[in-house]
C-alpha cells in the first residue's frame, strides 16, 4: 500500500536556524510523482514543489531545498536561514499508480514549523 | 488567473441545515477535487471528477453528502442534513491533466455546524 509518513508533528527553531522536514514514502510503483504544500496560518494550501521518480536531481529554490533519496525512499525539504515568514504546516504527498484517470494524491499528516524571532 | 475560487469562507450552520459550498475551478483545469480537513484525520479526499464526471466518491462520507459538477466552471458540495461533526475546512483543488502538475487549491470554506 502507498503511504507517506511526516514523522516529525512539531518543530520550533529560532530565526537564521536551517532546519529540515523529513519525508518517507512507500510505493510499489515506479512512475509515480511527490510534492510538498505549504500550509500557512491563513489556511490556504501552496504548492511548493513537484518531483517524478526518475529525477533524483536536489532542487534549490532560494532558501527552499529538496533532496530526494530513491534508496531510502526519502524526499526531504531543508530550509536555509529560516525566517517568521516560514511558519507554517507543511504537507508531503504522493501519487497514487498513474492508470486511467487516477490522480489521487497520498497525503502525509503534516508537520508544523514554528520559527521563533 | 484568480486561481480557485471557493464560496463562502466561512459559513456558520444550525444541525439540521441544509449547507451548500461552490467552487470554481481555474479554466482549462479539467480535474477537480473536494478535501475536508480537520485536526483528527488531516487532508481527506472526498470526491473528485474528470471533464464533470465523478471519478471517485469513495471519501464522500455518508448519503449526507453530495457533489456536482454540471459544467466545467462550477462544482457544488452538499451536506444535507449537516451536523456538528462535519465542521472542518473544505478545500477544492483543480488541476490539468497528468498528476504531474499537482493541484491547485482554493482559500477553503470553514463549515462550523453548531
Known amino acids: 500500500a502507498q503511504k507517506v509518513t511526516q514523522a516529525q508533528t512539531e518543530i520550533s527553531v529560532v530565526e537564521k536556524e536551517d532546519v529540515t522536514l523529513d519525508c518517507v514514502y512507500e510505493t510499489r510503483d515506479t512512475t509515480y510523482y511527490l510534492f510538498w504544500y505549504k500550509q500557512p496560518p491563513s489556511g490556504e494550501l501552496v504548492f511548493l514543489i513537484r518531483r517524478n521518480s526518475f529525477d533524483e536531481q536536489n532542487e534549490i529554490s532560494g532558501r527552499y531545498s529538496w533532496n530526494f533519496q530513491k534508496s531510502t525512499s526519502s524526499f526531504n525539504f531543508t530550509i536555509t536561514a529560516s525566517q517568521v515568514v516560514d511558519s507554517a504546516v507543511y504537507f508531503c504527498?504522493?501519487?497514487?499508480?498513474?492508470?486511467?484517470?487516477?490522480?489521487?494524491?497520498?497525503w502525509g499528516l503534516g508537520t508544523s514549523l514554528a520559527v521563533n524571532p | 488567473d484568480a486561481g480557485v475560487i471557493q464560496s463562502p469562507r466561512h459559513e456558520v450552520t444550525e444541525m439540521g441545515q441544509e449547507v451548500t459550498l461552490r467552487c470554481k475551478p481555474i479554466?482549462?483545469?479539467?480535474?477537480l477535487f473536494w478535501y475536508r480537513q480537520t485536526m483528527m484525520r488531516g487532508l481527506e479526499l472526498l470526491i473528485y471528477?474528470?471533464?464533470?464526471?465523478?471519478?471517485?466518491d469513495s471519501g464522500m462520507p455518508e448519503d449526507r453528502f453530495s457533489a456536482k459538477m454540471p459544467n466545467a466552471s462550477f462544482s457544488t458540495l452538499k451536506i444535507q442534513p449537516s451536523e456538528p461533526r462535519d465542521s472542518a475546512v473544505y478545500f477544492c483543488?483543480?488541476?490539468?491533466?497528468?498528476?504531474?502538475?499537482?493541484?491547485?487549491f482554493g482559500s477553503g470554506t470553514r463549515l462550523t455546524v453548531v
Open positions: 471528477f474528470n471533464n464533470n464526471v465523478p471519478i471517485d
Open positions: 483543488a483543480s488541476s490539468f491533466g497528468t498528476v504531474s502538475y499537482g493541484y491547485t
Open positions: 479554466s482549462g483545469h479539467d480535474y
Open positions: 504527498a504522493l501519487s497514487e499508480a498513474l492508470t486511467g484517470n487516477n490522480r489521487k494524491l497520498i
